[in-house]
């Protein structure tokens, strides 16, 4: 035991390494506590993620994992396996509502919104219905009726649509102004690929933000998305990976291209793929 | 049974100390391009950061009697780099004693876990910042890591996240 604190760096103990939005640590001035982390729903695969979130400014960030195959942390004194990066991004709270607005349509009526955010598996979702102009953002995805000043909502497809064409063409914009190399299919191998065919046609930018936005939502959603947007048949335009796309590519790189990334999310593009093989076995 | 329901949902929370993001110091990083299977206190002022030399092509140094290529990678704008811990509890200093002897088998329990778990399992405890970095230093095998690694797409992320996440004008 003695052997360990001899550098007199803490002890072996894990750290993570974090990107946090500044605004958090500006808050930290006025406020002592109310930033946690909780497990809540992904909205996509129904599944467990982890967020952040803020209770004083109620705001929702969620936790993407960066991992990529051997590498390591040196950090000051200490090594640090794994060499993961996490990153808390201000996440859109009406993803995760809206997965629970589509679970609670099968039974097709107005309901106020406290028996809609109900969660065995997340209880902490209920810090959801904490947040700020909940009403405001419920708008864009349900109808509404007031009955003796109680408010009662239910899941409506068509302005659901509507409010995510909006936010792929806000993604499209966005992906212009960080020239993100569109012309490949996202997937994780999008990245190793050469930019040479680099295409700016506005097809392949609202394909690849469709894919963004559809890792918030549900799969049936996905495909009326898909309509809506008069995407073509995803799995029609779909070429199967080359195993071997680039010469240069290291050992690691290799080893990664070997596995089956077919069901794989568009995100994951912008992390490892090792982290989301395992949450998919949970 | 209403107040032990609600003790259960704090019991799944890991509060983050903010005054600690002010107080953290400046930590100096290094990404490696090997993984290097322990969490532990390592001589790295003493044998890897006087070894890093300018060279014509960016940084250089070696680990293991292997080559390395380096380059400073910024954190993106709007954000900040943090090396955060887990506070020590009591039952914690106690269970480290069992691990005498049987080191090898607990590192690689450890590593098998998702990168979540780090966080999952100290559930109702409290993390802190102890560091914090605007910069860190990228290391590629022999070669400089590149405009095409995979770090550079994981930081174009945020500013994506923000357009994906922002609001969208109502009607």
Redesign the interface.
Known sequence: ?AG???????????????????C??D???M?????????LVNPCSGEG??Y?FNMCLQQLF??????????????????????????A????PL?LLLHYFIKADKEGKFQPLDQVVVDDMF??C?LLLKLPELE??L??VTEEKEIDKKKYYKYSKEKTLK?LG??VN??V???K??N?NVGARVQSNA??SSPQISSDKEENYICYAHG??SD?IPKELNDDLSKYLKLPEPSASLPKPPSKKNSKM?TAQKALAKVDKTGMKS?D????TK?FE??GK? | MESSDEENVEKRRVHLRLDTLRSATPATLHLLPCDIPVNRPAPVGSFFTPAIRQGPEGLEVSFRGRSLRGEEVEVPPGLVGYVMRMEEKEEVVGKQDFSQGSDNDEQEQELLEPPEAALERDFDRVIRASGSFSHFTVWGLETRPGPDAKVHAALTWPSLAAAIHAQVPGD
Do not use: C
């Open positions: 035991m360990r604190v001899e550098y007199g760096e803490g002890t072996d103990a894990q750290q993570l390494v974090f990107l946090l939005p500044e958090l640590k808050a930290s001035k406020m002592k506590t109310g930033l946690m982390f909780v497990k993620a982890l952040l969620e936790i993407k994992i960066f991992k990529e195959k051997h590498h390591s942390w040196f950090i000051n004194q200490s090594v640090q396996s794994g060499g993961l990066l996490y990153f991004t201000p996440m859109d993803f209880p902490n209920i405001k953002l708008q864009h409010w909006k936010k806000q993604t914009a966005a992906l102004t960080n993100v990245f190793f963004l936005v918030y290291t995100i593009s912008f992390f490892g982290f395992k949450v949970i």
